[in-house]
């Protein structure tokens, strides 16, 4: 085998001819080193990579909502007012509806006010019993067996049917609608919770029996955190339901809500009234779940970059 030979040396660098044998010709090439290596158009390191985007508000988070309710409004506008098929005593025209919500902003607004108050405090509860119960189901089989039964006997009752009688149990003011809220909201929280402490990735479980972790540092930093996505799927669902329990509360109680106001107008014939306080219910609700989401995001961050995006 031949020993290439050093050669020459360049102003910029070296330059060092290597020797190749392939059968009975050699080949000879120069390959630059030190300096040389430096000058232009001389690729020594693979390019960097471009730095990553931040994530932050796309136009489609905001406009594809937007067009969704121009639409929803358009559809609604056809349906009463471009094609009359519903009666306006029934369904009045969208701008009937915004007439109406702007002549009574003076009592719908302090009624949202109120109805949001009741909706938190209700949701806040609800949330605080049901993760409690879930974790209490997920710690004992024997427990789950015992009192998912009555759980779902619980859930299955028709509400509505216990606005009468929790008046006639609690009696008037804050407690039936705050009673009825936890009604609605505990079981998907409760359900999402215990599913979410009994799922727990192999892998995961796996690592904290290795590292002889007790019961309560696997908990702590392994269960509950991995838990985290399904409870706040719980969550999500139980805060619409926290909306539709603070009106059906409304609806037997002295406080002045937004479902009190429904009844209200609706007892004299001010269907427009009536309904833009249902304009306001969804329109509180969608702030809500928003909200929720916007925790949800900051408090999991690991969730989205660990799943696939959409």
Known sequence: MAVPALGRQERMGHVTPIRTRSGAGEAERDVPTGAAADAPGVPTTPPAAAPSRRPGVRPATVGLPLLGLVIAVTVWWLVTSGLKLVHPAS????????AALTAAADVLLPALGITTLMTLL?????AAAGVLI???LAASRRAERMF???LVAIN???KIALGPLLVVSVGWGEKPILTMVFLLCFFPIVLSTATGLTTTPADLAELARSLNASWWQAFRKVRFPAALPQIFVGLKV????????????EFYSDKPGLGYQILQYNGIGDTATAWAAIVLIAAMSI???AALSLVERLALPWVRATTSAR
Do not use: K
């Open 91 to 98: 369904l009045p025209p969208p701008q009937d509806v915004w």
């Open 122 to 126: 209700g949701f806040v509860l609800s």
């Open 134 to 136: 879930g974790m209490a």
């Open 148 to 150: 998912a039964p009555l």
């Open 156 to 158: 299955a009752v028709p």
């Open 238 to 249: 139980a805060m619409p339901l926290a909306a539709i329990g603070a009106v059906i509360g």
């Open 287 to 289: 702030v809500l779940y």
